[in-house]
């Protein structure tokens, strides 16, 4: 150990350093290191705790908004339940109202259809009734024609058919 104190004081005098020199510089850290702690580590260190109160002032309104919003959330999620339900129960209401509308519609166009029928087959027989008064006016007149034929002259059966063929053929011409 006394090696290690005269290498050292051999280093310090070849530094020109002596032990008043060396007690000045450590008490001028000592006086530095105290004028720090005054300065600037009181301040920072309330800076600090102001900061950390702030921090935690920030933490507690955070903790009190998300207990909030979860209410919030909460009553959302009852709402759009509640919404649901009444959504659900419109459409019912539209459906039903659906249902009754068509079944109204139907029964208009089954009458509708109805009407028509009956129409068509009043229609029908009128037309019906016109050509047989039409067909048999077109007999009668044949069979005037075909009398007025044969009495203009005697008739076998071979004049007859071709008697026939003829007013046939005249009558159709005429149509």
Do not use: C, H
Not at 27 to 34: D, M, P, Q, R
Request: glycine share 2%.
């Amino acid at each position: 150990m006394i090696t290690f104190i005269s290498e050292a004081s051999d280093i310090l005098t070849k530094l020109g350093l002596d032990w008043k020199s060396i007690l000045f510089y450590v008490v001028n850290f000592i006086i530095l290191l105290g004028a720090l702690i005054a300065l600037l580590y009181k301040p920072v260190k309330k800076m600090l705790k102001n900061k950390r109160q702030s921090i935690d002032g920030v933490y507690a309104e955070n903790e009190q908004l998300k207990a909030e919003s979860e209410k919030l959330k909460v009553d959302y999620d009852k709402m759009v339940a509640d919404m649901k339900l009444e959504n659900a129960r419109v459409a019912a209401k539209v459906a039903d109202a659906a249902q009754e509308l068509a079944i109204a519609v139907l029964a208009e166009a089954q009458e509708q259809a109805q009407s028509i029928v009956n129409s068509a087959k009043k229609e029908a027989a009128t037309q019906m009734e016109q050509l047989k008064g039409e067909y048999r006016n077109s007999v009668n007149g044949l069979a005037v024609q075909i009398a007025e034929k044969l009495l203009e002259r005697e008739i076998s059966d071979r004049d007859n058919a071709a008697l026939i063929e003829q007013v046939l053929s005249d009558w159709e011409d005429a149509d």
